[in-house]
C-alpha cells in the first residue's frame, strides 16, 4: 500500500522503515537537545534557580567571556581557500576557483553564518553546515545556499561518529500551514498543525504566545538517504508530514538530488566524544568551576550586606523610641528615663574572612586556566613583563590552545569548500560571472561552468588548502614587520638579488613568490641598465652614463619599496 495522496516511487515498506528510523533518532537524541537548551541559560546567565528572588543570586558572566575570547580568535582568523590542481591540464580551473570561490562564499553571506557556527560550536561542542543549491535563488537560475543548521532540527543514526555513515538524516523545519497549503494544493486539507508542539524549543519559545503560534505551523521532515545505483552513489531526498510524502528526488529522475553522493552537511565539532558525531563545548567544562564562583560571590554579597549595616537590639520596655531611632532623618530622638547598655545595644555581623574572598579567586584563575583563557590574551600583563617581544611569546605560548581549536574549524571550513565544488561541478551549467577585485584596486571579469571542472572522461579533482585570511590586524602586523627587517637586511637591493631569492625561497613567509619574482625583475632591469654603463672595448662610460645607472638603480630599489 503507497502512503497516503502519493503515488510516486517510494514503496510503503521503505516509507514506513523511514518513519520508523525517524522515531528511534529523535528518542535517543532527547538528552543531547536537553543539553543544548541548557547551555544556552548559562550562556546568557539565566541558570539562577530563583531569578524572581527579592535579592536575586549573582551571576558573573566569566563563562560568557571565555567564549566571547575563542570567538575573536575565530574571526581574527577567518579562513580563506586556496585551490590546487592534481593534474597539469586543470591548472587554470584551479587558478579560476581560488579567485572565484571566495566571491561565491560571500554571495551566501558566509561570514555571518561561520560567526554564528562558531557561537553555536562554542556553546554545544558542535556546529553544522548544510551546503545545498536552491533553484529559487539568482532570480530562479539557482546557485549555492550555506547555512547554518540548528542541531536540535537534526536527527542522525545512534551510535555512529561520522555523520555520513548514518543510514538516514532528518532535518525537521516548522512551515506556516498557509505556505504549504499554497506549495501542495492537493493536501491543503492535511495540514492542521500537527507535530509543531511535539519538538523541543528554547526558552524564549516556551511562553503561552509563542507556544500558540506553533498550532498555526506544521513539522515537515526531510529525509536525506544514500542510493547506489549503476555504479555510482547519489543524495535522495523525502519531504514528508506525519504519513504523507510532500515530494520525492527519486520521483524526479535517476540523476539523483545530489550526484556527489555526500550528505550535505558538515559537522565542526570542539572537543570530540567517542560514541557521536557531535561533542561537548566550553559550556559543559567551565560551567562547574562558574557555579561554585556565583556561589561564593552570593555569600560575600550577602556578607556585605549584612555586615554594612548597623542594626540594634532594644530592650521592650526600655523606654526608647525605635522608629526615631530608626530615621536617620531625625536629629532628636526620645527617651523614657535613662539609656544604658541594659536598653540598647548595637549589633553588627563580622566580615567574611579573608580566605573565603580568596578561594573565589582561586575558582577565577581555575575557570581561566580550564578554559585557557589566561589574562595576556587579553592584553593584560603582571609580574613585571612590559617587554613587547615577552609580551608576544608569551601570548603565542598561550594560543595553542586557539590554534588546535582553528585546525579543526579549517577542516571543517574544507570540507563545505569541497561540497561547493561539487556543487559547480553539478549544477552550474550556464556559465556564471564574477568581478573580482586584483591586487592593483582594478576588477577582473571571471566566469566559471561546470565545463571548466573536465568534461567527457577527463574530470578535474583539486587538493584545497586552507589558511588565514590576511586581512585581521596581527598578520598584517607581523607581515609589514617581516618586511621591514627584509628591506633592513638589504633584500630589495638588485646587487643583491641572487642571496636575497635563495634566503626568500628557505623561508615560510606568505607572498614570497611575488617578492621573489619582483626581485629577480628589478635584477634584470639593473643589469640591463648597468651593461650600457660599460663600453664594448671594456672601458669605462663617461660620468653621465654612469649617473644614469645610479638612477636606474634607485628606481629599482623605489620598485622593491613598492612591492613590499
Not at 526558552?203 to 513539522?219: E, F, G, Y
Not at 510524502?245 to 570542539?270: C, K, N, R, T
Request: hydrophobic residues 35%; aromatic residues 10%.
Amino acid at each position: 500500500m503507497k502512503p497516503q495522496n502519493y503515488n510516486g516511487k517510494i514503496s510503503s515498506e521503505f516509507f514506513g522503515k523511514v518513519q520508523d528510523s525517524f522515531k528511534l533518532y529523535k528518542e535517543h537524541k532527547q538528552l543531547f537537545d536537553r543539553r543544548i537548551i541548557d547551555n544556552n541559560r548559562w550562556y546568557k546567565s539565566r541558570y539562577s534557580s530563583d531569578p524572581d528572588a527579592p535579592i536575586p543570586e549573582p551571576a558573573t558572566p566569566y563563562l560568557f567571556n571565555v567564549i566571547a575570547n575563542k570567538h575573536a580568535d575565530a574571526m581574527d582568523n577567518y579562513p580563506e581557500p586556496n585551490i590546487l590542481e592534481r593534474d597539469e591540464l586543470d591548472s587554470g580551473a584551479a587558478e579560476k576557483l581560488t579567485k572565484i570561490l571566495p566571491m561565491q562564499l560571500d554571495l551566501c553571506d558566509f561570514r555571518r553564518t561561520y560567526s554564528r557556527a562558531w557561537w553555536y560550536k562554542l556553546k554545544n561542542g558542535a556546529s553544522c553546515y548544510g551546503v545545498f543549491y536552491n533553484p529559487a535563488l539568482a532570480d530562479g537560475h539557482g546557485d549555492i545556499d550555506i547555512k547554518r543548521i540548528d542541531l536540535l532540527n537534526l536527527f542522525w543514526e545512534p551510535g555512529v561518529i561520522d555523520i555520513q555513515d548514518s543510514r538516514f538524516l532528518f532535518l525537521t523545519a516548522l512551515i506556516d500551514n498557509d505556505d504549504l497549503k499554497r506549495q501542495y494544493p492537493h493536501l491543503a486539507d492535511k495540514f492542521s498543525g500537527s507535530g509543531a508542539m511535539d519538538i523541543l524549543t528554547y526558552d524564549d519559545m516556551q511562553n503561552t504566545a509563542s507556544r500558540d503560534l506553533l498550532r498555526d505551523k506544521t513539522l515537515v521532515v526531510d529525509c536525506y538517504y544514500k542510493r547506489r545505483a549503476g555504479g555510482r552513489q547519489t543524495v535522495e531526498l523525502i519531504k514528508f508530514t506525519d504519513d504523507f510524502i510532500l515530494e520525492a528526488s527519486e520521483d524526479m529522475g535517476d540523476e539523483g538530488l545530489y550526484d556527489h553522493g555526500m550528505y550535505p552537511f558538515v559537522f565542526d565539532v570542539l572537543y570530540p566524544d567517542e560514541d557521536s558525531p557531535v561533542g561537548f563545548g566550553f559550556v559543559d567544562i567551565v560551567k562547574n568551576p562558574q557555579l561554585y564562583i556565583d556561589k561564593l560571590d552570593s555569600l560575600i554579597s550577602k556578607n556585605a550586606l549584612i555586615s554594612g549595616k548597623i542594626r540594634f537590639m532594644v530592650k521592650d520596655n526600655g523606654g526608647l523610641n525605635e522608629y526615631e531611632l530608626s530615621d536617620v532623618s531625625r536629629d532628636v530622638i526620645h527617651v523614657a528615663g535613662s539609656v544604658g547598655d541594659e536598653n540598647i545595644r548595637e549589633l553588627q555581623a563580622k566580615p567574611m574572612h579573608s580566605f573565603i574572598i580568596q578561594h573565589r579567586q582561586n575558582k577565577i584563575q581555575e575557570l581561566k586556566e580550564i578554559a585557557g583563557n589566561r589574562d595576556f590574551q587579553q592584553g593584560d600583563t603582571h609580574g613585571g613583563v612590559t617587554a613587547y617581544s615577552a609580551i608576544v611569546a608569551l601570548q603565542q605560548a598561550g594560543e595553542k590552545l586557539a590554534r588546535d581549536m582553528l585546525v579543526t574549524g579549517y577542516d571543517a571550513f574544507r570540507d563545505v569548500v569541497y561540497l561547493c565544488i561539487e556543487l559547480i561541478r553539478q549544477f552550474y551549467t550556464d556559465p556564471h560571472s564574477y568581478r573580482i577585485t586584483c591586487d592593483n584596486g582594478k576588477s577582473e571579469y571571471v566566469t566559471l561552468s561546470k565545463k571548466d571542472l573536465g568534461t567527457g572522461y577527463h574530470r578535474a579533482e583539486f587538493d584545497i588548502s586552507v589558511s588565514a585570511e590576511k586581512n585581521n590586524p596581527y598578520s598584517r602586523i607581523a607581515h609589514n614587520q617581516t618586511l621591514t627587517e627584509l628591506w633592513q637586511m638589504g633584500v630589495f637591493d638588485p646587487s643583491k638579488a641572487d642571496a636575497a631569492v635563495l634566503m626568500l625561497e628557505a623561508m615560510h613567509i606568505d607572498g614570497k613568490e611575488k617578492l621573489i619574482e619582483g626581485i629577480k625583475n628589478m635584477k634584470a632591469e639593473f643589469e640591463a641598465n648597468g651593461d650600457a654603463v660599460i663600453s664594448a672595448g671594456g672601458e669605462k662610460a663617461p660620468a653621465r652614463q654612469t649617473s644614469a645607472a645610479a638612477e636606474a638603480r634607485d628606481k629599482a630599489v623605489h620598485k622593491a619599496t613598492e612591492i613590499a
